[in-house]
């Protein structure tokens, strides 16, 4: 895997403020309000297994696994999903809308997000697509998947692609009790997310395992760490001297998000969708600049900076 790129290196910092940013993020608002994309959960039952095992062994619903191969291309067909064991949310968009006149190329990637239970996968997957945060917690008892677009300005090219993620979030409890779930949640996946919260160090200190665990086998792919409830930062159980010993063993990009609710429009019950960007933007656009910078690198376009290193 090639070595992490300079945080705004290869996606401009802070483009979605501008109003050439505010512009292309229309298209995924609606009145200041999120536009809402594909959802699915896939139970865990007899009939979800025989779809994970159809996934896993042969290739049907492939579309579920992985929306899409490495690199840049245009978003896969929805139409053509077989169907599966799964509900998914009526009524929802399947790619943001641009005006006549604009086009953009779409690069789709797949993010596995992993954590112990408690640390909130679901409450962070929600906040990245504009989405209610849970009050109580409830462990998700099977696979849920969620995608979210992002535009994002490139340095190099000055050119705006659109980022598709397609987060997939399971609990804790299924991935130990149904051996099928964890390989389908890791094949064709493009970046693993690994969550700890300031608020539970034992979380923090799994970190290690988790890393070996589920990335072990994957060399290739990208690893990013998130800590969530940093809004709690003054009853942290993980002081900042333990996040630069880590990253200082790990070399691996460590964001905070809060998990505090999020902002209102006037009516006092409607998430406010700008705001609420405005909370997320460096987790998606560090998302899209470790993906990008990788596909590149795979490529040949950019140098390995790991081969090019002095021995």
């Known amino acids: 895997m090639a070595r992490p790129p300079v945080p705004g290196s290869v996606v401009v910092p802070n483009w979605h403020e501008s109003a050439e940013g505010k512009e292309y993020l229309g298209c995924i608002l609606r009145k200041n309000r999120r536009r809402v994309f594909e959802m699915e959960f896939h139970h865990v039952g007899q009939a979800g297994l025989q779809l994970l095992n159809s996934v896993l062994e042969a290739g049907k619903c492939k579309s579920m696994a992985a929306s899409s191969g490495k690199g840049l291309h245009a978003v896969p067909s929805r139409g053509r999903r077989q169907k599966c064991d799964s509900k998914t949310a009526r009524g929802l968009l399947e790619r943001p809308v641009l005006p006549p006149p604009v086009s953009i190329d ?117 690893r990013m760490v998130i800590g969530s409830k940093f809004d709690q930062y003054m009853h942290t159980d993980v002081p900042e001297r333990d996040l630069i010993a880590f990253r200082q063993a790990w070399e691996l990009p460590l964001l905070r998000v809060k998990s505090v609710p999020g902002r209102r429009l006037a009516d006092g019950r409607t998430l406010d969708g700008r705001a609420g960007l405005a909370d997320i933007a460096h987790i998606l656009n560090g998302l899209a600049e470790q993906l990008w910078h990788q596909d590149q690198v795979a490529a040949g376009l950019l140098p390995n900076p790991l081969e090019s290193a002095p021995g």
């Open 106 to 222: 779409t690069a789709s990637y797949k993010i596995f997000v992993s954590g112990k239970s408690g640390v909130g996968k679901t409450a962070l997957v929600a906040k990245l697509a504009g989405l209610e945060v849970p009050v109580l917690h409830h462990e998700t008892p099977g696979i849920q998947t969620t995608v979210v677009f992002w535009p994002a300005k490139l340095q190099a090219s000055d050119r705006v692609v659109m980022f598709r993620f397609e987060f997939w979030d399971c609990g804790e409890s299924a991935l130990k009790k149904f051996d099928h779930m964890l390989p389908a949640c890791k094949e064709n996946t493009d970046a693993f997310l690994f969550l700890f919260s300031f608020t539970d160090r034992a979380s923090f200190e799994d970190l290690p395992g988790q890393l070996a665990r589920i990335a072990g086998e994957a060399p290739g792919v990208i």
